[in-house]
């Protein structure tokens, strides 16, 4: 695996300089978050700084680099290829950054749809990638609290703005992030009949 200021000075030469800096944004939360959920401070920043190296790809780039990956590409994804952006940053951080890691691998996938099977540090990505300093929607600031109080609370509070903003503009809803929204509900459900019982 390659320095973390190693990757950052490479990322700085593909990713535009608002990008860069919504990246440097994720890292300066997801150090607070891994201190906070007791999460691997060195896989979270990496996943961080690497988390969006694909995402200023375009459409058919991403669809080609998908196909080579062997990266499943459903009608969704063919529609709206900056869904793909996920998986193919998972595959260039392999390949062009030497990470070899699966749960920073894992993190980088599922960062943009979530999925049923979370990690601490998948769940930390997501939310620091939702609340970083430059992002702006009515909300955040609530969001940006309950993130350190109950990451799964604040989990499902970013999974209903992104299906709500979905909704209202018309969008196809990904199954993936309704069964990541799921399973949150189920693991709550069973922590708290766990809590009644004993
Ligand atoms: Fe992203
Ligand atoms: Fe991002």
């Known amino acids: 695996m390659l320095l973390i200021r190693k990757m950052q000075n490479k990322l700085k030469d593909i ?22 959920y007791d999460v691997n401070l060195k896989k979270a920043v990496t996943a961080a700084i690497l988390h969006d190296c694909a995402k200023d790809l375009s459409d058919d780039i991403l669809l080609k680099k998908a196909g080579d990956f062997g990266i499943l590409i459903g009608e969704i994804e063919r529609e709206q290829p900056q869904l793909l952006h996920g998986p193919v940053g998972a595959m260039i951080a392999f390949h062009n950054f030497s990470v070899y890691d699966s749960e920073i691998l894992n993190s980088i996938w599922v960062h943009t749809l979530g999925n049923s099977f979370m990690s601490d540090l998948d769940k930390i990505l997501y939310i620091a990638d939702y609340i970083e300093p430059n992002r702006k929607f009515s909300g955040v600031e609530k969001l940006r609290r309950i993130a350190f109080a109950d990451l799964d609370k604040a989990l499902l509070y970013a999974f209903d703005n992104t299906l709500n903003w979905v909704r209202s503009n018309n969008q196809v809803i990904h199954p993936t992030t309704i069964k990541a929204r799921n399973q949150i509900l189920f693991n709550q459900r069973k922590r708290n009949r766990g809590r009644k019982i004993s």
Do not use: D, F, M, P
Not at 26 to 36: D, E, G, P, T, Y
């Open 15 to 36: 990713l535009s300089e608002e990008r860069y800096l919504h990246t440097l944004g994720v890292k300066q939360v997801i150090v607070k978050l891994a201190l906070r």
